[in-house]
């Protein structure tokens, strides 16, 4: 008898494919939800005078160890924007003046970034 073999398909092509197509994923993400580096508020304000371990857990937060929202939310009357990131310890919401410096971060009592929305939109914010 006259046997033909089944020639196997290689996974490579499908793997290659799949690893294009997320580095293309990856590259527009990190163009979309970029933001400022996260700069501390002057040692002599407010913030950092009396509530330096929320700006401690919320630099944390920010530089990269919580889940950061993928929406900016915009004050068109102060002109500022605002940034919301959440770790175990809470929400803690980033706000930045008109040219990307520090007008405080604190803690929220939000527990999700729709709660967290919703405190942003009452103080004149828009998504």
Wanted: contains cysteine; glycine residues 4%; aromatic residues 12%.
């Amino acid at each position: 008898m006259n046997a033909i073999a089944n020639p196997k398909t290689s996974p490579a092509p499908i793997l290659l494919l799949f690893l294009a197509i997320g580095a293309l994923l990856f590259m527009f993400l990190s163009t979309v939800t970029t933001f400022p580096p996260v700069t501390v508020p002057a040692n002599d304000a407010h913030e950092v005078d009396r509530h330096a371990d929320v700006i401690s857990a919320a630099v944390t937060c920010f530089s990269g160890y919580g889940t950061i929202s993928p929406k900016m939310m915009y004050n068109p009357d102060t002109q500022r924007s605002a940034w919301m990131c959440q770790l175990d310890q809470g929400m803690f919401i980033w706000i930045l003046d008109e040219t990307g410096n520090t007008v405080t971060m604190f803690k929220n009592k939000a527990k999700t970034f729709e709660d967290a929305i919703r405190y942003l939109t009452n103080r004149g914010y828009l998504p």
